[in-house]
């Protein structure tokens, strides 16, 4: 799995969400740098770790673990959900977690209005077999739902998506079905770390009252949201880079060494 290490400071992992890479990050783990030690994760099948066709999260997690120091994680979207399964399985290693557009279920239920519906994931999984890219660059629409830059937002995203060489076909429908299967409600009361839950305030995907709720219930949870869509971190690039950049560092700075 490939990891770009950049930066001085406090340890800091940063992992991506579905069908993207690091190099999503841009500004953003610019604005990071300056502060912490950034791990840039390219997760199984995706960027740089493209040969490596196989994902499942809690196997990224594990291998995550193992090849960086004690840390804070940040994950974004399908990344949040690997840096959530990390501070279960790995309490010792997460010293505190940053959700950025994330949650810990992502499908709509009964008992869950705070997600999309099934079908979907199951749209776009079949989509995957015959035109993936349609897939991709529907997906990537659907993450920039509700931005008040979505047509901006849209070209960067597929500028980008494939500048480290297409994804696995493999790892994108573990993707799916990771973000499909997920539910990790009924664990969020045993994070023995503190998590900041980063909402978009016009995300489609995931919506704010998704994080609120998830923040209510870890132990140490809280939540920071702006005003933007489903990519807070590229609408309005430098600001809301800047605003969580200087969250997280408040954050960290009240966490144990």
């Not at 196997?59 to 501070?87: N, Q």
Request: charged share 20%; with cysteine.
């Amino acid at each position: 799995m490939h990891i770009d290490i950049q930066g001085s400071g406090p340890d800091l992992v940063l992992i991506h969400g579905w069908a993207m890479h690091g190099g999503i990050f841009g500004a953003f783990a610019g604005e990071l740098t300056t502060r912490f030690r950034v791990h840039v994760v390219d997760l199984p099948g995706h960027g740089y770790s493209r040969d490596d066709a196989q994902f499942e999260i809690g196997d990224c997690a594990r291998r995550i673990v193992a090849t960086t120091p004690r840390a804070l994680w940040v994950g974004w979207s399908l990344g949040g959900l690997v840096a959530l399964r990390a501070a279960l399985d790995h309490p010792a290693n997460v010293r505190g977690l940053g959700l950025i557009a994330s949650s810990p279920r992502f499908v709509s239920a009964p008992d869950w209005p705070c997600g999309v519906a099934a079908s979907v994931f199951g749209e776009f999984a079949t989509e995957l077999q015959g035109r993936y890219r349609h897939a991709i660059e529907r997906f990537l629409a659907l993450e920039t739902m509700g931005s008040s830059h979505a047509q901006a937002d849209l070209r960067a995203l597929r500028k980008i998506v494939f500048e480290r060489g297409e994804p696995s076909l493999d790892a994108l429908a573990g993707g799916l079905r990771a973000l499909e299967a997920s539910d990790l409600r009924a664990d969020l009361a045993r994070l023995a770390m503190p998590s900041l839950w980063i909402a978009g305030r016009r995300d489609r995907l995931v919506p704010p009252a998704a994080m609120e709720w998830a923040a209510a219930q870890a132990p140490h949870g809280r939540t920071l949201e702006f005003n933007s869509g489903h990519a807070p971190f590229l609408e309005h690039a430098g600001a809301i880079s800047d605003a969580i950049s200087d969250a997280i560092a408040a954050f960290a700075a009240e966490l144990p060494a």
